[in-house]
């Protein structure tokens, strides 16, 4: 009876990934949660000046474990230029945009993995886009163009350069991304 209980097959290649993914995907919910519960707590208590000092280290880390096009935004201009970009109220909207739809994502990819998504879970993941995508957009574009304001010659040219190129750029990735999160989640949930 002892030797039945010992006996447990090893993990099979699939279910390694899934549970790494699932672990993955849960930690990145909890961070982007934590964010998200920061910003939308400070607002009302102390205002947009405090956010990056409550949020923004957090910020840093737990993007620049996600995506590689935001660590221009966290790296190269709120950290670069706090007095410019941090206490604007466009640091916060881009905070809330970002949070709501990393908590939406990751905790969406840990109920798929485990097979048991609820249909409002799904409505969000697929409808939440809509309001967050030109909320988070245009907030990074304000705090781009404020940068690159404070940052004087020939770097404000630089700026302006980017805002013309990261627009259509965040639309190409945005479509991209979708189309692999959706191939990946019928090949896991297939295996």
Do not use: H
């Amino acid at each position: 009876m002892a030797q039945e209980r010992a006996q447990r097959p090893p993990l099979t290649k699939s279910e390694i990934v899934k549970e790494y993914l699932t672990a993955y995907n849960s930690v990145c919910a909890l961070l982007w949660f934590s964010v998200f519960g920061r910003v939308v707590l400070l607002i009302p208590i102390t205002g947009y000046g405090s956010i990056y000092e409550a949020a923004g280290d957090i910020t840093k880390w737990t993007q620049t474990v996600a995506v590689s096009s935001r660590l221009l935004l966290v790296w190269a201009i709120v950290d670069r230029f706090p007095a410019a970009t941090s206490t604007s109220p466009f640091y916060s909207s881009m905070l809330v945009a970002w949070s709501a739809t990393e908590v939406v994502r990751y905790s969406y990819f840990v109920l798929n993995l485990r097979g048991s998504v609820p249909g409002f879970m799904t409505w969000l993941r697929y409808n939440m886009f809509y309001v967050l995508y030109p909320m988070g957009i245009t907030s990074e574009c304000v705090l781009v163009w404020k940068a690159s304001e404070a940052a004087g010659e020939p770097w404000r040219w630089v700026g302006w350069m980017l805002l013309g190129l990261y627009v259509p750029e965040a639309q190409d990735d945005e479509r991209e991304t979708n189309r692999e999160e959706e191939s990946s989640s019928y090949a896991l949930r297939g295996s």
